[in-house]
């Protein structure tokens, strides 16, 4: 499990009181039993519970304030070209590790464009590096692993975050085929 996704709750992980537009709120961030878990917490339950000693909830990583933001609507259901933000999210969500090179340039892209912020990083038992974003806008939490490439890896890695937006993450492979309909000419 070397990176992650998160989403936002729209409620209290404590109280399960609802958030409301431009609220502030609390994420922590920690492992859990299987995976990486976040808790997103109202300002009444952080002072209550947490405020004195976030680091006390088992598996602490890191913890930071936010902004609640009411989720626009969904858009219209279209088809669209992948993004820099949406195959980084698919890739996230294939956990693939031949990508890992790819998610690390693309969470750089986006760092650069403020789509996402960094919130930490935190170094592995393995030692190496994780990254902590936050989505600016909808708070979405990712966790990125450095690959800490060399300077002549650096062509090739953008090379193929390149080819991938251009083509997407999963290029028909020609399995589907049409289906051929025989016209009945009696
Ligand atoms: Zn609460």
């Known amino acids: 499990m070397d990176w992650h996704f998160r989403s936002r709750s729209h409620?209290?992980?404590?109280?399960?009181?609802?958030?409301?537009d431009e609220q502030p709120y609390r994420t922590?961030?920690?492992?859990?039993?299987?995976?990486?878990?976040?808790?997103?917490?109202?300002?009444d339950c952080w002072d209550?519970?947490?405020?004195?000693?976030?680091?006390?909830?088992?598996?602490?990583?890191?913890?930071?304030?936010?902004?609640?933001?009411?989720?626009?609507?969904?858009?219209?259901?279209?088809?669209?070209?992948?993004?820099?933000?949406?195959?980084?999210k698919k890739m996230i969500e294939q956990n693939n590790p031949e990508h890992t090179e790819a998610c690390f340039i693309l969470a750089v892209m986006l760092e650069r464009k403020r789509v996402i912020k960094n919130k930490d990083q935190v170094r592995q038992e393995n030692g190496k590096r994780m990254l902590i974003y936050e989505h600016a806008k909808n708070g979405d939490v990712l966790t990125i692993l450095d690959p800490a490439l060399k300077?002549?890896?650096?062509?090739?890695?953008?090379?193929?975050?390149?080819?991938?937006?251009?083509?997407?993450?999963?290029?028909?492979?020609?399995?589907s085929k049409p289906i051929v309909t025989v016209t009945d000419e009696s």
């Open 11 to 20: 409620q209290c992980n404590d109280c399960e009181t609802a958030f409301v």
């Open 151 to 175: 300077l002549d890896e650096l062509g090739d890695v953008q090379a193929k975050v390149s080819e991938l937006l251009e083509h997407g993450l999963n290029p028909s492979d020609g399995e």
């Open 48 to 88: 209550k519970i947490y405020k004195t000693e976030p680091g006390k909830i088992e598996g602490y990583i890191s913890h930071w304030q936010g902004i609640y933001e009411m989720p626009p609507p969904p858009p219209p259901e279209a088809i669209q070209k992948d993004n820099a933000e949406t195959l980084l």
């Open 28 to 43: 922590i961030l920690f492992q859990g039993f299987e995976s990486l878990e976040r808790r997103d917490i109202c300002p």
